[in-house]
């Protein structure tokens, strides 16, 4: 099994910057796409960015300019840099990732995983 844990939603006044953090665990044979999703209260969920493994990035329209994110991929760790925050930003954020995971000594499943969420509130 793999899990995505993430981490580093609070609450921020707007115009503040903040980073979010995700790192995927267990036994991964190879991560693949990693990114960030979000989710708003009353609206569906939406892409923020996705980050392959060698640093292409796809940015959501809305967070271009303000949103960076980054990978380690030695700990399959990515990360979310926000700035700019506006209070249209305020929602759950969701770490999504491509995983390959390793079932026998030769095989692998390939496995799209999602972190649990963390909170976002931009408010004054």
């Known amino acids: 099994q793999v899990q995505l844990v993430e981490s580093g939603g609070r609450l921020m006044q707007p115009g503040g910057s903040l980073r979010l953090s995700c790192a995927a665990s267990?036994?991964?044979?190879?991560?693949?796409?990693m990114g960030w999703y979000r989710q708003a209260p009353g609206k569906e969920r939406e892409l923020v960015v996705i980050a392959t493994p060698d640093g292409a990035t796809r940015y959501a329209d809305f967070v271009k300019g303000r949103f960076t994110v980054s990978r380690d991929n030695a700990k399959n760790t990515v990360y979310l840099q926000m700035a700019s925050l506006k209070s249209e930003d305020t929602a759950v954020y969701y770490c999504y990732a491509n995983v390959w995971i390793k079932t026998g000594q030769y095989t692998n499943t390939n496995r799209e995983v999602w972190g649990q969420g963390t909170l976002v509130t931009v408010s004054s």
């Open positions: 267990g036994n991964i044979f190879r991560v693949d796409d």
